[in-house]
């Protein structure tokens, strides 16, 4: 992962590497079914699932807003695959570019500032 995305907590590092690389999978393929969309869904779905944990744990005073822009993707990306219908294999290249823009978007200006907080709370590198 490129330094710029790196905010120095392993598990939410590790995850978005993970993310990020089957995003970018995807969208140099001309298509893809709806299920890996779909299991790149879940697996972002668990992603933000830890981040709230670890927001709740150390009272982070901006979780809801956080938490609200996770729900927006959740509800955007099951709107899309939807609407894609499933056995539908066109449009996944478009879906992967839009969960790729939102997440680098959000990494930088969500999940940064909460990394950062977390840092102060003593969540780090164990390096
Ligand atoms: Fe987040
Ligand atoms: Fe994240």
Redesign the pocket.
């Known amino acids: 992962m490129s330094p710029d995305l790196t905010l120095a907590i392993p598990v939410v590092d590790y995850q978005h590497d993970k993310i990020l690389h089957f995003i970018e999978s995807l969208k140099h393929r001309a298509a893809t079914r709806p299920e890996v969309i779909q299991a790149i869904d879940d697996y972002t779905g668990r992603h ?1 699932i830890v ?1 709230e944990e670890l927001m709740a744990a150390h009272a982070y005073p901006d979780l809801q807003r ?1 938490k609200a ?2 729900d927006y993707l959740k509800g955007k990306i099951g709107g899309l695959l939807d609407a894609m219908g499933k056995d539908e294999i066109a449009g996944s290249k478009a879906i992967a570019e839009y969960m790729e823009a939102w997440l680098l978007q ?1 990494i930088q200006t ?2 940064r500032p ?1 990394a950062e907080f977390l840092k102060q709370r003593g969540v780090a590198s164990p390096a």
């Open positions: 933000f981040e956080h822009e996770h959000h969500a999940d909460m």
